[in-house]
T-cell receptor, first 112, second 113 residues
Framework: GESVGLHLPTLSVQEGDNSIINCAYSNSASDYFIWYKQESGKGPQFIIDIRSNMDKRQGQRVTVLLNKTVKHLSLQIAATQPGDSAVYFCALKDSGNTPLVFGKGTRLSVIA | EAQVTQNPRYLITVTGKKLTVTCSQNMNHEYMSWYRQDPGLGLRQIYYSMNVEVTDKGDVPEGYKVSRKEKRNFPLILESPSPNQTSLYFC????????????FGNGTRLTVT
């Protein structure tokens, strides 16, 4: 089955700096990848997704990078703001009728 | 506003007293799912539904039931709650299961004493 790991359980960054949150996975058949943000007291909120036929996708202040060779996914947040403080999850699945598998999460703390 | 709505947000109950957590989505999504979130264990899928009248077990279905009589609603039923079902529960929906993002409700914090 899938195993999804995170390189760091917590990450502290200075306001205005860029943040990088990493995610490692083991199943080479993984085809679809998502990043979620979960603020205290709320449900996970979709940030950005990427398919395996891409290696980079950009949104507003966020970029997801996918390296299929080393099975690594990262979320980059530009100019991190206090409102970015939250737990970030990666989630992934293969192309079949299988459920999303979630990582345990990384807590991002932004220091003002 | 497109959303997934769960009720109640907080629930405290006693062992054995049947309860239902409701979930409704207004996005005409085919796929709906229930998760529980526990410290150190992350999000684990309880049950899911591909469409009306189609439900299936997730990773941790024991002690739970679901139904999908209408497309928009997907209630979670605990017939005889036990303390190990104390958790934070999330309902989620997506357009399809294959490759579309899940949209989550804001959660139901359940305590079973």
């Amino acid at each position: 089955g899938e195993s999804v790991g995170l390189h760091l359980p917590t990450l502290s960054v200075q306001e205005g700096d860029n943040s990088i949150i990493n995610c490692a996975y083991s199943n080479s058949a993984s085809d679809y990848f998502i990043w979620y943000k979960q603020e205290s007291g709320k449900g996970p909120q979709f940030i950005i997704d990427i398919r395996s036929n891409m290696d980079k996708r950009q949104g507003q202040r966020v970029t997801v990078l996918l390296n299929k060779t080393v099975k690594h996914l990262s979320l980059q947040i530009a100019a991190t703001q206090p409102g970015d403080s939250a737990v970030y999850f990666c989630a992934l699945k293969d192309s079949g009728n299988t459920p999303l598998v979630f990582g345990k999460g990384t807590r991002l703390s932004v220091i003002a | 506003e497109a959303q997934v709505t769960q009720n109640p947000r907080y629930l405290i109950t006693v062992t054995g007293k049947k309860l239902t957590v409701t979930c409704s989505q207004n996005m005409n999504h085919e796929y709906m799912s229930w998760y529980r979130q526990d410290p150190g264990l992350g999000l684990r899928q309880i049950y899911y539904s591909m469409n009306v009248e189609v439900t299936d077990k997730g990773d941790v279905p024991e002690g739970y039931k679901v139904s999908r009589k209408e497309k928009r609603n997907f209630p979670l039923i605990l017939e005889s709650p036990s303390p190990n079902q104390t958790s934070l529960y999330f309902c989620a929906s997506s357009l399809e299961r294959v490759a579309s993002p899940l949209h989550f409700g804001n959660g139901t914090r359940l305590t079973v004493t």
